[in-house]
């Protein structure tokens, strides 16, 4: 294997502490970049497409099809509703993708770390082999002795 066993002693000695990557991240993100993932991680649902959606259908069909005289926004209107929706749409997109970026940023964070508590679980693991087959070794050792006696 690439990785020197090591005694438990000197596991004890170079083993850092695991990061808690969500406390982390909670202070290390700044206050407009918080709102940007608010911003991604509500938006970014089919709730709120839903909610858009019907709230057009509801908007369209009511000044479409609604009583002349209660209607709000008659013809030439709604098309200022659709212009509306079209900036909503260019502003959140920027966002969406400053938000993805965040957390992807943060993602590539996450894989690291696993990485690094991996690469220790390897090393681990190899020294608990090594001390498995030094006992091995011991124990057959004394069996001989066992065995001579006899």
Not at 23 to 37: H, N, P, Q, S, V
Not at 119 to 128: G, H
Request: glycine share 4%; hydrophobic share 45%; aromatic share 10%.
């Amino acid at each position: 294997m690439a990785h020197q066993t090591l005694s438990v002693q000197e596991l004890k000695q170079i083993h850092k502490p695991v990061i808690k990557l969500k406390e982390r991240e909670k202070t290390d993100i700044k206050t407009l970049d918080k709102i940007a993932i608010f911003i991604t991680q509500r938006v970014g649902t089919m709730g709120f497409f839903g909610l858009i959606f019907l709230w057009t259908i509801s908007w369209l069909s009511w000044n479409t099809l609604g009583p002349k005289d209660l209607r709000f926004d008659p013809f030439p209107g709604f098309v200022l509703w659709l212009f509306i929706s079209n900036m909503i749409q260019i502003f959140l997109m920027p966002l969406i993708m400053i938000g993805q970026n965040l957390q992807g940023r943060y993602s590539d964070i996450r894989a690291e770390n696993d990485f690094e508590i991996n690469v220790k679980a390897e090393v681990e693991i190899e020294t608990v082999l090594k001390h498995l087959e030094n006992q091995n070794e011991i124990i057959l050792k004394i069996l001989e002795k066992v065995e001579e006696e006899k």
